[in-house]
């Protein structure tokens, strides 16, 4: 990382809810930031208005006024109508369209970020944005190698890298080395954890690890990671700042099949943010299939499979010498479900990526507003780019999230406990154990009460859906 900040943890809490709270606390600093009817400045040159694009000028007084609609977003001084821009809200200059735009983003949330005044919510920004229009864009986005429309853009010859939660553009080196060091990290790690979740038949639906493996994934999920890295620095004073969160990214990301993705490894593809984004779909799948091979290998052992049977000779006799007993269909279904809760946060943090949009405004009098993706806000929301990404992420929301919602709340009841009767009787083993793996915890209605709790097993991920969900609502709000 190249920036150069301290971390400030409070402020960091503060800017998790900024979105959420920051405007009940800008109306308390209006009075000292704001003030609608004065100026010392003439507005009116050869007839031209020279007011900024969110003021205009007054005729009967030849003065220029902050118009109400940018009101607690973009405020003005009285002395000489310097500009201010509210906490993690960008503002940066179209040069095709020729105007300044307006929207939430995470590159303004810096704490220590210069000019800011003295309340510590708004940074003051370049007095003029048609005369240079390189100075709004470098002002916003210039210390993360960005520029564009909300900084969503990165600069020439730079990409977002392929495997960190830094958003900071890099320039991309071997293509081939990348490749070979995102292939190790990414799946070689992914495949190891999977080998011994098979083998200490790792079950964190139905054990009290799934409680600590929730609070693990919501505090290593991007979108608090990399808010906290908007906060980490370079240099000794800030080596400690940089080691603590790095170290306990890993011990909880592990939990979102993040391994070492809290340190920048350098990875990069050339290809666009949105492209890096959708990479992770396929992490995510991996465990799940790699678990159903195994099992069908498994299937085809049992069987006699003569070709099978010799690859896994010499296992057979290292098992046979040690008096070994592994029942491994049964630790591939527990693995399954495990790789299930850990795959889901993924996909939820995927979809987030590619489906969470951001309200652009033009702050002029006639300003129109419009949307776009808010991780990468060049890109506009369901048009002809984002449209592949967005429906992909809905078909995965619908068969990898909401899907597995429905079947662990219906399933304890007679109805859907019919239609699954339907399946072949070799695949309801399977499911039934499946299912087994998962409510394993609940009650089940034999006891003396009567009351069947399964269904309960489906309010984790419920929970984890809410919580992204609120993520998404509090990121795109714009009160423009």
Same mark, same amino acid.
């Given at each position: ?5 301290? @971390? ?14 920051? *405007?009940?606390?800008? $109306? ?16 009116? &040159? &050869? ?45 940066? /200059? ?27 919510? /708004? ?9 240079? +229009?390189?100075?709004? &864009?470098? +002002?916003?986005?210039?210390? /993360? ?47 190891? *954890? ?28 991007? @979108? ?55 990479? $992770? ?20 052992? $049992? ?7 010799? !690859?896994?000779?010499? @296992? ?48 002029? !009098? ?7 993706? %808010?991780? $990468?806000?060049?890109?506009?929301? =369901? ?11 809905? =078909? ?16 304890? =009841? ?15 083993? @399977? ?29 984790? %991920? ?8 609120? %993520? ?9």
């Amino acid at each position: 990382m190249s920036r150069g900040k301290v @971390i400030n943890w409070s402020t960091w809490l503060i800017t998790i809810g900024t979105f959420s709270v920051s *405007f009940d606390l800008a $109306d308390s600093y209006t009075k000292e930031l704001m003030n609608l009817n004065s100026s010392t400045q003439s507005c009116l &040159n &050869n007839e031209i208005s020279t007011c900024p694009v969110w003021a205009s000028c007054n005729e009967l007084d030849n003065v220029c006024r902050c118009l109400p609609k940018n009101k607690y977003i973009l405020l003005c001084d009285p002395e000489g109508m310097k500009n201010y821009v509210l906490s993690c809200y960008c503002v940066t /200059y179209n040069i095709k369209l020729g105007i300044v735009e307006v929207g939430p983003c995470l590159y303004n949330c810096d704490s220590v970020k210069k000019n800011k005044v003295s309340i510590k919510t /708004y940074y003051l920004l370049p007095s003029n944005a048609s005369s240079n +229009a390189s100075d709004w &864009n470098e +002002a916003m986005c210039g210390m /993360y190698n960005r520029t564009g429309t909300l900084c969503g853009q990165c600069v020439n010859n730079t990409y977002l890298p392929a495997y960190s939660y830094d958003m900071t553009c890099t320039t991309c080196g071997s293509r081939l080395t990348s490749l070979i060091k995102y292939i190790t990290v990414a799946y070689g790690l992914l495949t190891l *954890f999977c080998v011994i979740v098979v083998a200490t038949r790792l079950n964190v639906a139905s054990s009290p690890l799934q409680g600590y493996v929730f609070f693990c994934q919501i505090l290593s999920c991007p @979108i608090f990671a990399r808010n906290i890295l908007f906060y980490l620095g370079d240099g000794p004073e800030a080596t400690y700042y940089q080691i603590v969160p790095q170290l306990l990214g890993i011990l909880y990301g592990i939990w979102n099949l993040d391994f070492l993705r809290w340190f920048n490894l350098d990875i990069c593809f050339e290809v666009h943010s949105i492209t890096v984004f959708s990479l $992770d779909f396929f992490v995510a799948l991996y465990p799940l299939l790699l678990m159903i091979l195994i099992y069908w290998v498994i299937t085809l052992y $049992d069987s006699n499979n003569r070709v099978i049977r010799v !690859i896994f000779s010499p @296992i057979e006799v290292i098992f046979t010498h040690y008096k070994w007993n592994w029942n491994a269909k049964s630790s591939i279904i527990h693995a399954f479900a495990t790789f299930l809760i850990l795959s889901n946060v993924k996909f939820l943090n995927v979809c987030y990526d590619l489906l969470v949009p951001v309200t652009i405004c033009d702050p002029s !009098i006639n300003g129109t507003c419009r949307h776009a993706l %808010f991780n $990468d806000a060049i890109v506009p929301y =369901f048009r002809s780019h984002h449209i592949p990404y967005a429906v992909s992420a809905l =078909f995965v929301l619908a068969g990898f999230v909401a899907l597995p919602i429905l079947i662990l709340a219906l399933y304890p =009841f007679k109805l859907c406990q019919n239609l699954l009767g339907t399946i072949p009787q070799r695949h309801q083993i @399977i499911l039934h154990a499946f299912m087994d793996s998962i409510q394993g915890c609940y009650k089940d209605g034999t006891e003396l009460d009567g009351r069947d709790c399964r269904w309960f097993s489906a309010v984790p %991920f419920l929970v984890r859906l809410i919580i992204f969900a609120l %993520f998404a609502i509090s990121k795109s709000m714009s009160v423009l």
